[in-house]
């Protein structure tokens, strides 16, 4: 074997490692006696031991990083709260021990705890090898411990560090609300200020949302931001008064703080600028005498004002005393307070006395108002203020019926109260009549509206009548004495309306007549005789002149056509239709010779109708002698049946 004659430094480790074996194999067996040729000699055959050599590790380096903590103001911490940021700081090294500039550095927590700025944790290494990120609690109640892993990539190799940090929750406090002024007057507004503090300093690291209240501004008699957002740790919001009237108590309170704080503010009382009259029950603004009553009639009035303040909203708290200048009533309440709506009621009985009254609400001030003018009436119908019509006197109904669909007439009634007022609506009014029908299926009469009614008539049986049936009031039964009776004149219906004033009832009677389709009784210039059909002869005129006579026309019963029979030329020669006046029937009530009776008890005489007609000469010029001209007068009903009466008269030269 040859002596290692190399130095130890240049060789490889492994070769190194068997030297070292073999070394201590030769001193092994040299402590034996043995005296093998791995050892060295001296020339007295002395055996020298071979002096082991030692193993050197060699030094593999690579890239480092290393993380610290601190405070902002660089103290060497790991704890954290919202009122107290880390900064997290990562120091790169190369393998060689060498800071590394312009590294990507991404830090990353194992919880939700914190959050970074910037928030996607990543940070490039400054000259000084150092990337840095700061770290927020991630709400002012999180607390615990977490880890924060660091990587850093260098030269394409990436390296790894981990530290802890700790988080704990930040108690935050509110300084003092202060108001500015902490007095206002009605309609003013103040500005209010509330720090919010962390470790007694302002917390500035986030907005925080402070909420405010107030027991005016839930009254909605104040504006308040409910919620403000501090800004450099202060939270600043201005209030506004709408007539609260009061002392108010705003309160400010905050997520993270265990008490709020709150302040009081003075506020002067809105002054009231007007007083007006709001409503009047009965809307009709009527109520009856003491004791009369009457179908939804009251004998009490309630009278309702309102109290503005000098911007126009209600105002509360305000007294408010009534009086009248009338002594026929009684204001049952003097004074009332205005509730949150700015109103007051009082309310006023009728006397014995029908009159008329005001009622002046007047507040301290001396500002006043009156109401509306308030009636007292008694509203009872009374006899002479009921008033009965219809809208057709002479329907075509002795021969047909009217039918369901469209009424042959209507009767209408209105009824007024001593004072000539319409009577309360909902006064019920009956008829009855001794031909046809009146009224409806559901109700033979009806209900008045702002003081009458109206209800169907129609044509059908009974055609004849008998007198007084049934017996009512209407027809002098019950009554006494005389005028009272129903018509018993052929083709003339007796109506009737009647109510109660509540004791007694009160009525009036109009006729009808059931008109017949023909007309058989026609009479020539007032003449006794009714013209029979045959051709009248009504003489000889001068060319130069018209022939003019009057026709009496009448029914079978010597009552009027129907309304709106017309009457007419027809068929005429030799001659010109000048006209007919009225060429129209129209409405004819019963009568008699000494004047209009409509209540059916005195009706005489034929009660047709009268009708002039003219007929002009159509003889040439010069004239040549007589000429006769003939025509007829047609009569027709609105059924469209016509009777026919024929004429001639003769136009003579001069």
């Given at each position: 074997m040859q002596l290692l004659k190399t130095s130890p430094s240049s060789l490889p480790v492994a070769v190194l490692a068997?030297?070292?074996?073999?070394?201590?194999?030769?001193?092994?067996?040299?402590?034996?006696?043995?005296?093998?040729?791995?050892?060295?000699?001296?020339?007295?055959?002395?055996?020298?031991?071979?002096?082991?050599?030692?193993?050197?590790?060699?030094?593999?380096?690579?890239?480092?990083?290393?993380?610290?903590?601190?405070?902002?103001?660089?103290?060497?911490?790991?704890?954290?709260?919202?009122?107290?940021?880390?900064?997290?700081?990562?120091?790169?090294?190369?393998?060689?021990?060498?800071?590394?500039?312009?590294?990507?550095?991404?830090?990353?927590?194992?919880?939700?705890?914190?959050?970074?700025?910037?928030?996607?944790?990543?940070?490039?290494?400054?000259?000084n090898g150092v990337a840095s990120v700061t770290m927020r609690a991630a709400s002012l109640a999180a607390g615990g411990a977490g880890k924060v892993t660091v990587t850093a990539d260098v030269a394409g190799a990436s390296t790894v560090t981990t530290g802890n940090f700790s988080v704990g929750a930040t108690a935050l406090t509110l300084g003092a609300l202060t108001l500015a002024p902490n007095t206002i007057a009605a309609y003013g507004s103040t500005t209010l200020s509330v720090d919010v503090l962390a470790a007694g300093v302002r917390y500035t690291d986030q907005q925080l949302a402070v909420t405010l209240s107030s027991a005016c501004v839930a009254r909605g008699k104040a504006t308040l931001a409910g919620s403000v957002n501090t800004a450099s740790g202060t939270a600043q919001a201005v209030y506004r008064d709408l007539g609260c009237g009061t002392a108010d108590t705003i309160t400010a309170s905050v997520q993270g703080a265990s008490s709020p704080v709150s302040a009081a503010l003075a506020i002067a009382a809105p002054a009231p600028a007007s007083v007006q009259f709001s409503s009047a029950l009965p809307t009709n603004q009527s109520i009856v005498i003491k004791g009369q009553g009457g179908l939804l009639r009251t004998e009490t009035a309630t009278l309702k004002f309102k109290v503005f303040d000098i911007f126009g909203n209600p105002l509360a708290g305000q007294v408010v005393t009534f009086s009248t200048t009338s002594t026929d009533v009684t204001i049952n309440k003097m004074s009332d307070t205005t509730d949150q709506n700015g109103e007051v009621i009082t309310t006023v009985n009728s006397g014995t006395q029908a009159t008329t009254f005001r009622v002046q609400a007047k507040l301290a001030s001396g500002i006043a108002t009156l109401s509306d003018s308030i009636v007292v009436t008694t509203g009872l119908p009374v006899q002479k203020a009921f008033s009965l019509s219809v809208t057709t006197s002479n329907v075509e109904g002795?021969?047909?019926?009217?039918?369901?669909?469209?009424?042959?007439?209507?009767?209408?009634?209105?009824?007024?109260?001593?004072?000539?007022?319409?009577?309360?609506?909902?006064?019920?009014?009956?008829?009855?009549?001794?031909?046809?029908?009146?009224?409806?299926?559901?109700?033979?009469?009806?209900?008045?509206?702002?003081?009458?009614?109206?209800?169907?008539?129609?044509?059908?049986?009974?055609?004849?009548?008998?007198?007084?049936?049934?017996?009512?009031?209407?027809?002098?039964?019950?009554?006494?004495?005389?005028?009272?009776?129903?018509?018993?004149?052929?083709?003339?219906?007796?109506?009737?309306?009647?109510?109660?004033?509540?004791?007694?009832?009160?009525?009036?009677?109009?006729?009808?007549?059931?008109?017949?389709?023909?007309?058989?009784?026609?009479?020539?210039?007032?003449?006794?005789?009714?013209?029979?059909?045959?051709?009248?002869?009504?003489?000889?005129?001068?060319?130069?002149?018209?022939?003019?006579?009057?026709?009496?026309?009448?029914?079978?019963?010597?009552?009027?056509?129907?309304?709106?029979?017309?009457?007419?030329?027809?068929?005429?020669?030799?001659?010109?239709?000048?006209?007919?006046?009225?060429?129209?029937?129209?409405?004819?009530?019963?009568?008699?010779?000494?004047?209009?009776?409509?209540?059916?008890?005195?009706?005489?005489?034929?009660?047709?109708?009268?009708?002039?007609?003219?007929?002009?000469?159509?003889?040439?010029?010069?004239?040549?002698?007589?000429?006769?001209?003939?025509?007829?007068?047609?009569?027709?009903?609105?059924?469209?049946?016509?009777?026919?009466?024929?004429?001639?008269?003769?136009?003579?030269?001069?």
């Amino acid at each position: 074997m040859q002596l290692l004659k190399t130095s130890p430094s240049s060789l490889p480790v492994a070769v190194l490692a068997r030297y070292a074996a073999i070394g201590l194999m030769s001193a092994s067996l040299a402590a034996c006696g043995g005296g093998g040729g791995s050892a060295g000699t001296t020339g007295s055959g002395t055996v020298t031991p071979v002096t082991p050599v030692t193993p050197v590790t060699p030094v593999v380096t690579v890239p480092t990083v290393a993380l610290a903590f601190t405070s902002v103001a660089g103290q060497v911490t790991n704890s954290l709260s919202a009122a107290t940021p880390l900064v997290a700081k990562a120091t790169v090294l190369d393998k060689d021990g060498k800071v590394v500039a312009g590294a990507l550095v991404a830090f990353a927590a194992d919880n939700t705890l914190a959050v970074f700025s910037p928030s996607v944790g990543t940070a490039l290494t400054d000259a000084n090898g150092v990337a840095s990120v700061t770290m927020r609690a991630a709400s002012l109640a999180a607390g615990g411990a977490g880890k924060v892993t660091v990587t850093a990539d260098v030269a394409g190799a990436s390296t790894v560090t981990t530290g802890n940090f700790s988080v704990g929750a930040t108690a935050l406090t509110l300084g003092a609300l202060t108001l500015a002024p902490n007095t206002i007057a009605a309609y003013g507004s103040t500005t209010l200020s509330v720090d919010v503090l962390a470790a007694g300093v302002r917390y500035t690291d986030q907005q925080l949302a402070v909420t405010l209240s107030s027991a005016c501004v839930a009254r909605g008699k104040a504006t308040l931001a409910g919620s403000v957002n501090t800004a450099s740790g202060t939270a600043q919001a201005v209030y506004r008064d709408l007539g609260c009237g009061t002392a108010d108590t705003i309160t400010a309170s905050v997520q993270g703080a265990s008490s709020p704080v709150s302040a009081a503010l003075a506020i002067a009382a809105p002054a009231p600028a007007s007083v007006q009259f709001s409503s009047a029950l009965p809307t009709n603004q009527s109520i009856v005498i003491k004791g009369q009553g009457g179908l939804l009639r009251t004998e009490t009035a309630t009278l309702k004002f309102k109290v503005f303040d000098i911007f126009g909203n209600p105002l509360a708290g305000q007294v408010v005393t009534f009086s009248t200048t009338s002594t026929d009533v009684t204001i049952n309440k003097m004074s009332d307070t205005t509730d949150q709506n700015g109103e007051v009621i009082t309310t006023v009985n009728s006397g014995t006395q029908a009159t008329t009254f005001r009622v002046q609400a007047k507040l301290a001030s001396g500002i006043a108002t009156l109401s509306d003018s308030i009636v007292v009436t008694t509203g009872l119908p009374v006899q002479k203020a009921f008033s009965l019509s219809v809208t057709t006197s002479n329907v075509e109904g002795w021969n047909y019926d009217s039918g369901t669909a469209t009424p042959a007439s209507n009767v209408n009634v209105l009824i007024a109260d001593l004072f000539g007022n319409p009577v309360p609506d909902g006064t019920p009014v009956v008829f009855q009549t001794n031909l046809g029908a009146v009224g409806s299926a559901n109700k033979g009469g009806c209900n008045t509206f702002n003081g009458g009614c109206t209800v169907d008539f129609r044509t059908q049986d009974p055609r004849s009548n008998t007198a007084n049936t049934p017996g009512t009031a209407c027809n002098n039964y019950g009554v006494g004495g005389v005028g009272m009776n129903d018509a018993t004149r052929a083709g003339v219906a007796t109506i009737c309306a009647s109510s109660t004033d509540g004791t007694n009832t009160i009525f009036k009677k109009t006729t009808i007549f059931f008109s017949g389709s023909a007309a058989p009784n026609v009479y020539l210039n007032g003449a006794t005789t009714r013209l029979d059909g045959t051709v009248v002869d009504l003489g000889t005129v001068r060319a130069a002149e018209s022939k003019v006579f009057s026709l009496l026309i009448s029914d079978l019963n010597f009552n009027p056509l129907p309304f709106g029979t017309t009457v007419s030329i027809a068929n005429i020669t030799n001659g010109n239709a000048a006209g007919v006046a009225p060429a129209t029937v129209q409405n004819i009530f019963p009568h008699s010779a000494s004047g209009d009776d409509q209540t059916g008890n005195t009706i005489s005489g034929n009660q047709g109708s009268y009708h002039t007609i003219t007929i002009g000469s159509s003889q040439p010029s010069p004239c040549l002698g007589p000429l006769v001209s003939s025509f007829n007068v047609n009569i027709t009903t609105p059924r469209l049946v016509t009777t026919t009466y024929p004429f001639k008269v003769t136009f003579s030269c001069p």
